[in-house]
């Protein structure tokens, strides 16, 4: 019976001039990005800096990794060792076990010169091997051993947490000394308590192993942070897959609640033994905290939300208020914790939603004992203004209708900033990064990247030189060594090399410009087209949705298959005969104010009206777009973007997939919505707050289209209930829809079973064809 009825709805579909169903699984697989990505060489080489001037990287080529030294002084370019020689090396101390030279990844990799010798995580081993020849040697056990120290500034001391604790090893003799002993599970000093997934395992993970603590220039201070989850609430997470279920409970705090997840600042004196709490009120636990307060530097995390003096006499900070709409700058006495303000940003929409995930750069720094930098949004763009440490406005930097991004290096004895920005190029994309330098002053801006692509800039300590790695989704990356000075190309390092790729059937999506729903702003998205794609047919368009509300599904650059978000990619999802499409809609942090708050107070419209703004425009432009079979679908934010849609915009989105969706946002942290939505209030004559008419559920009865939701009952990011709300209220409204809960799956879902539910519905629900019985391969990163 379901052949029969295959066999109809492809005849239909035929007949009615779209295009013919093509749903070669094994081949669509072919373009997954972990596939893909194998067949791009040469496309990267992130410097890591020596001492001595010189920088090593390690790219990929047909080969295996490579792995190159440059002096940027000479203008060499030198490969440091042979990969088939250090695979032979391992395979001699192994104990039987054979290694490839094409599959070392090399992770953990340390450079140790003087030696001639390196380091390395290979598997589950960690080893040392000569850079030439064929000697290598186990030097440690398996795994990363915890707690994690943080070693002083002179190399005597080795701070860590223990037990909630801060204590101090001398590394000379041995000694310990405990510097603080009132820390305990929910009050504790550096590391925050284990909450979801983390307690379900019994053990913290790698990433939230690292305290956050400061070591002072002087090594006779430290700022840690205390962290307090007393009297938060708790949310319980749920595992069914053994014959007695286990369950945790883990604080959480939500919006509108009086007690939130929240921190102090403490500073400990290591010969006066004395711990002072500085002198401010406890500030949220956020998402923005947890961006600010840790970022990847040289290889480990360092705390980016405090920066000491160099006479360590004062420790600077930054201040977040719970509603977002206020953030501070703050110095504190490093002995009695008194503090002064220093500047104060207070903004009617969120004060910090500028920076997200894009940057690893925090809101403020303090550039040597000169000056400090601040971003703002006080003028309707993103700019960077410069005070003297005591808080006195000396010049507003940069200026224009453009946005800053990041500093990369401060060049005191010139008076010149290096740094990033995006929308100053005139006839290129908006959201391209590019590179400049600028004299402190605000005068003297030059641009140090000419090429029309999106730049992404690394500086060598000394701001003398730049490592460069430009690209479009048309032209595959180049990376380059440029003169800081003027931005000349010194040295080319990299030019990727995608012939295998496009041997295997791969294609450049087509980046386009559209407008948004204010008839105004322009907006970019991708189109991905099957790669036998026939103008003359008509096809199912699908988009891709992450709307978070700040954010969007790609990034900017050559990214054939990036895992960014949600991992069924987009040409392989194309590939079974669709049109898929991604776009940033208004919301994102790399334009003006205005548009970055276009959804504030609105977080349930997801950007819809933009995509469905966009789709429009491009279905009237190209008429192999069927406008009459749009799906979408997301994971996260854009999961709840996806079930949105199909309640919002039923007569538009016919087909959707949402994966672990923040359906209903009082249930998620209470930061997200109270940034995005607001501070929580209720209305004393109706008794309905100032959420309800965001959440998905209370649309329920506006279903038209098929909709599958996909959870897994381990997520402690987005709580399993957020999607199980909405299919109450479904069953509820007597609304058709599909479900499927995954046992013992956390927040990502990336396995091929997921990859294969999402072709199987929109290739039966948008394309009207059976899908066909396969079996994804497993995914081998």
């Known amino acids: 019976?379901?052949?029969?009825?295959?066999?109809?709805?492809?005849?239909?579909?035929a007949g009615s001039g779209h295009a013919a169903a093509q749903v070669d699984y094994a081949r669509a697989e072919q373009f997954l990005s972990h596939r893909m990505n194998k067949l791009i060489y040469r496309a990267d080489a992130t410097p890591q800096w020596l001492p001595d001037g010189r920088f090593w990287y390690r790219t990929w080529t047909a080969a295996g990794w490579e792995f190159v030294r440059v002096d940027p002084e000479r203008g060499t370019r030198t490969v440091m060792f042979d990969t088939g020689d250090i695979a032979a090396g391992l395979t001699r101390v192994a104990g039987g076990a054979s290694f490839d030279a094409k599959r070392l990844t090399f992770t953990d990799f340390k450079l140790q010169d003087?030696?001639?010798?390196?380091?390395?995580?290979?598997?589950?081993?960690?080893?040392?091997?000569?850079?030439?020849?064929h000697q290598c040697e186990v030097i440690e056990p398996t795994k990363p051993q915890f707690p994690v120290i943080?070693?002083?500034?002179?190399?005597?001391?080795?701070?860590?947490?223990?037990?909630?604790?801060?204590?101090?090893?001398?590394?000379?003799?041995?000694?310990?000394?405990?510097?603080?002993?009132?820390?305990?599970?929910?009050?504790?000093?550096?590391?925050?308590?284990?909450?979801?997934?983390?307690?379900?395992?019994?053990?913290?993970?790698?990433?939230?192993?690292?305290?956050?603590?400061?070591?002072?220039?002087d090594s006779r201070k430290i700022a840690v942070l205390r962290w307090d989850y007393r009297g938060v609430k708790t949310m319980p997470l749920y595992s069914s897959t053994t014959p007695r279920p286990r369950y945790?409970?883990?604080?959480?705090?939500?919006?509108?609640?009086?007690?939130?997840?929240?921190?102090?600042?403490?500073?400990?004196?290591?010969?006066?033994?004395?711990?002072?709490?500085?002198?401010a009120p406890a500030q949220p636990m956020s998402n923005d905290a947890e961006w600010y307060m840790r970022a990847e530097q040289a290889g480990g995390k360092v705390w980016r939300g405090v920066k000491w003096s160099q006479d360590s006499s004062q420790l600077y900070f930054s201040h977040l208020a719970r509603s977002h709409r206020q953030l501070s700058l703050r110095v504190?006495?490093?002995?009695?914790?008194?503090?002064?303000?220093?500047?104060?940003?207070?903004?009617?929409?969120?004060?910090?939603?500028?920076?997200?995930?894009?940057?690893?750069?925090?809101?403020?720094?303090?550039?040597?004992?000169?000056?400090?930098?601040?971003?703002?949004?006080?003028?309707?763009?993103?700019?960077?203004?410069?005070?003297?440490?005591?808080?006195?406005?000396?010049?507003?930097?940069?200026?224009?209708?453009?946005?800053?991004?990041?500093?990369?290096?401060?060049?005191?004895?010139?008076?010149?900033?290096?740094?990033?920005?995006?929308?100053?190029?005139?006839?290129?994309?908006?959201?391209?990064?590019?590179?400049?330098?600028?004299?402190?002053?605000?005068?003297?801006?030059?641009?140090?990247?000419?090429?029309?692509?999106?730049?992404?800039?690394?500086?060598?300590?000394?701001?003398?030189?730049?490592?460069?790695?430009?690209?479009?989704?048309?032209?595959?990356?180049?990376?380059?060594?440029?003169?800081?000075?003027?931005?000349?190309?010194?040295?080319?390092?990299?030019?990727?090399d995608i012939s295998a790729l496009q041997a295997a059937g791969w294609q450049a999506p087509t980046l386009f410009e559209a407008v948004a729903d204010d008839g105004v702003s322009p907006i970019y998205g991708r189109i991905f087209r099957p790669s036998h794609f026939d103008p003359a047919k008509r096809y199912p368009i699908i988009d891709n949705i992450y709307p978070m509300p700040s954010g969007g599904v790609f990034t900017w650059g050559f990214s054939p298959g990036s895992f960014f978000e949600d991992m069924m990619e987009k040409q392989a999802l194309?590939?079974?005969?669709?049109?898929?499409?991604?776009?940033?809609?208004?919301?994102?942090?790399?334009?003006?104010?205005?548009?970055?708050?276009?959804?504030?107070?609105?977080?349930?419209?997801?950007?819809?009206?933009?995509?469905?703004?966009?789709?429009?425009?491009?279905?009237?432009?190209?008429?192999?777009?069927?406008?009459d079979r749009v799906g979408l679908y997301g994971l996260s934010g854009g999961g709840f973007a996806t079930a949105a849609g199909l309640l919002r915009y039923p007569d538009f989105f016919k087909v959707g997939v949402s994966l672990n969706g923040n359906h209903d946002n009082r249930s998620y942290i209470?930061?997200?919505?109270?940034?995005?939505?607001?501070?929580?209030?209720?209305?004393?004559?109706?008794?309905?707050?100032?959420?309800?008419?965001?959440?998905?559920?209370?649309?329920?009865?506006?279903?038209?289209?098929?909709?599958?939701?996909?959870?897994?009952?381990?997520?402690?990011?987005?709580?399993?209930?957020?999607?199980?709300?909405?299919?109450?209220?479904?069953i509820a409204a007597n609304k058709r829809f599909d479900f499927m809960l995954f046992p013992d799956r956390g927040h990502d879902l990336k396995e091929p079973y997921v990859v294969r539910m999402t072709w199987d519905y929109f290739v039966e629900h948008l394309l009207g064809v059976s899908p066909p019985e396969y079996v994804l391969s497993p995914f081998d990163s």
């Open 1 to 13: 019976m379901r052949i029969f009825r295959s066999i109809l709805l492809t005849l239909a579909v």
């Open 332 to 496: 504190a006495d490093a002995h009695s914790g008194a503090t002064r303000l220093l500047i104060d940003e207070n903004t009617p929409e969120a004060v910090v939603s500028l920076k997200m995930r894009a940057h690893t750069e925090p809101v403020w720094r303090l550039s040597s004992e000169q000056d400090l930098l601040w971003f703002s949004w006080r003028d309707g763009w993103g700019h960077l203004y410069r005070y003297s440490p005591d808080g006195e406005l000396k010049n507003q930097i940069t200026h224009g209708d453009w946005s800053f991004s990041e500093v990369h290096h401060v060049d005191h004895s010139r008076g010149v900033m290096y740094f990033t920005a995006r929308g100053m190029e005139r006839g290129r994309v908006l959201n391209y990064t590019h590179g400049y330098r600028i004299n402190l002053d605000g005068t003297g801006l030059q641009r140090l990247t000419p090429e029309d692509a999106d730049h992404q800039l690394n500086y060598s300590p000394d701001g003398r030189y730049f490592v460069d790695r430009y690209s479009r989704d048309d032209l595959p990356p180049v990376t380059v060594l440029r003169s800081a000075q003027d931005g000349r190309v010194l040295l080319e390092l990299e030019r990727a």
């Open 670 to 730: 209470y930061s997200w919505g109270e940034k995005f939505q607001g501070p929580f209030s209720r209305d004393t004559v109706t008794g309905k707050d100032n959420y309800e008419d965001q959440a998905n559920y209370t649309l329920a009865a506006q279903l038209q289209g098929k909709l599958l939701l996909l959870v897994g009952d381990l997520d402690d990011n987005v709580h399993p209930a957020q999607t199980l709300r909405l299919v109450h209220a479904l």
């Open 150 to 217: 943080h070693t002083s500034p002179d190399g005597k001391w080795a701070a860590y947490i223990e037990d909630y604790n801060v204590f101090v090893r001398n590394l000379e003799h041995g000694r310990t000394v405990q510097l603080t002993s009132d820390g305990a599970e929910l009050h504790g000093y550096g590391l925050a308590p284990l909450t979801g997934a983390d307690r379900m395992a019994g053990e913290r993970s790698a990433f939230y192993a690292e305290p956050v603590l400061a070591w002072s220039p």
């Open 574 to 627: 194309a590939e079974l005969g669709f049109i898929v499409v991604s776009l940033t809609g208004r919301g994102t942090a790399f334009r003006s104010k205005s548009f970055l708050d276009a959804y504030q107070g609105q977080i349930g419209m997801n950007t819809l009206p933009d995509h469905v703004a966009a789709i429009r425009q491009l279905a009237a432009q190209h008429r192999w777009i069927d406008i």
């Open 114 to 133: 003087a030696q001639g010798r390196m380091t390395f995580q290979e598997g589950e081993r960690r080893f040392s091997c000569a850079l030439h020849g």
């Open 248 to 279: 945790v409970l883990y604080p959480e705090g939500l919006p509108g609640d009086e007690q939130v997840q929240r921190f102090d600042i403490h500073l400990l004196d290591l010969e006066a033994r004395t711990n002072t709490r500085v002198d």
